[in-house]
Every structure is written in structure tokens, then in C-alpha cells.
């Protein structure tokens, strides 16, 4: 034999000796994933709670991202069934996708859930304005002012915006009226008004 075979003989060795090195470093039967097992996970995480659909949602909306929020309210509702806080949170999304009807409609169901529900009636009173029935929608901020005790300053100005709009229907701020959307808890959403 040359000097070729004598260099593959090496090469062989280097091999046999490197791959049994790698070896004695894994644990006994090969690479091992966290489950045991030396395939890739696969499927859904169980026994993990996931993040609840509403607050991924509030956070989507405060970020204005308006699709993303009604996925996530949607699976809310999945979790939670049509409780007042998916029904109102699902209006105010359309609403701010500019949904006028189905806003319309799911805030006025949230209402019927719960009369007392003070972000539905604002929000209701955002969708009246946006549509322009400025009478119903003074009414509307009137009782959801009354129910939070005049407490909510977004209420408040809604409220005030309505009164001048109903006052002086010539009224008109400049540019373009912030009305704000509130939610149960702390945080709001504004809307710009297409006044």
C-alpha cells in the first residue's frame, strides 16, 4: 500500500476517535429533547394557560391595530361565551374599523346584558355621533355619565361635545372631534370623529 492509503487509514481513525468523543458528550441513546424523546416537539403545549383573548385585545386596540383586536375579542367570546365585556369589546373594534351597524347593534346587545354597563353606553354614544343622530347619542352620554357619577373626564367631554353639537348644529371643532371609547378597567381608545 502507498502513501494515499496511509492518509485514509488516518483519516479514519480521526473520524472513529472524534465521533466516539461526541458521543461519550450525549446523554445515553442520543440527543434528547426536554420530553425524552429524540423527535422535535409537536402539537399544543397542554397544561399552559393561555393569555386570555379580551386583554390581548384591549392591547391590540390601544395599539390601533383594529383587525388583530377583533380576532382576539372573538376569541374571547369563544372563552367567555357573549358576556358584556366581549359584547361591548367586539362593538368597539367595529366601531373603530368603521363598522358603523354591527358596532351599532353588538353595544346595544351588551346594553340589554347589562343596563348598567357604563363603556357600552359610551361607546354607543360614539356610534350615534359617528353616524350622526347627535339627539339619541346626548342621551346616551347623559346616562352613561349618570351611571359612572360623572367620575370618567372621556365621558364627560363626550358628553360636552354632544351638548354643543345638539345646541348649535352648525357647531364644529376644528379639524376633526376626538371622541374617546372606554373599557371596563383602566384605559381608553380615542377615535377620531369624521365630523
Same mark, same amino acid.
Given at each position: ?93 367595529? /366601531?373603530?374599523? %368603521? ?7 353588538? =353595544? @346595544? #346587545? &351588551?346594553? $340589554?346584558?347589562? +343596563? ?30 349618570? /351611571?359612572?357619577? %360623572? ?7 363626550? =358628553? @360636552? #361635545? &354632544?351638548? $354643543?353639537?345638539? +345646541? ?28
Amino acid at each position: 500500500m502507498g502513501p494515499i492509503s496511509d492518509v485514509m487509514k488516518l483519516n479514519w481513525v480521526v473520524w472513529i476517535i472524534a465521533t466516539t468523543s461526541l458521543t461519550a458528550c450525549e446523554p445515553a441513546g442520543g440527543f434528547q429533547g426536554r420530553s425524552g424523546s429524540p423527535f422535535a416537539p409537536v402539537g399544543v403545549a397542554r397544561g399552559q394557560q393561555s393569555v386570555d383573548g379580551l386583554i390581548v385585545g384591549h392591547r391590540l386596540m390601544a395599539a390601533g391595530e383594529y383587525d388583530l383586536a377583533l380576532k382576539a375579542y372573538l376569541r374571547g367570546a369563544s372563552e367567555h361565551g357573549f358576556t358584556v365585556d366581549v359584547l361591548s369589546a367586539l362593538g368597539s373594534a367595529n /366601531l373603530a374599523l %368603521g363598522r358603523l351597524g354591527q358596532a351599532e347593534k353588538l =353595544l @346595544r #346587545r &351588551a346594553i $340589554e346584558t347589562e +343596563e348598567t354597563f357604563v363603556p357600552a353606553w359610551n361607546n354607543l354614544g360614539v356610534v350615534l355621533m359617528e353616524q350622526g343622530n347627535v339627539g339619541e347619542a346626548a342621551r346616551v352620554f347623559h346616562t352613561a355619565f349618570a /351611571l359612572d357619577s %360623572g367620575q370618567s373626564a372621556e365621558i364627560r367631554e363626550n =358628553l @360636552r #361635545r &354632544a351638548l $354643543e353639537k345638539l +345646541e348649535n348644529p352648525e357647531y364644529s371643532e376644528p379639524d376633526k372631534a376626538e371622541f374617546a371609547l372606554v373599557r371596563r378597567g383602566p384605559g381608553e381608545y380615542l377615535l377620531l370623529s369624521k365630523q
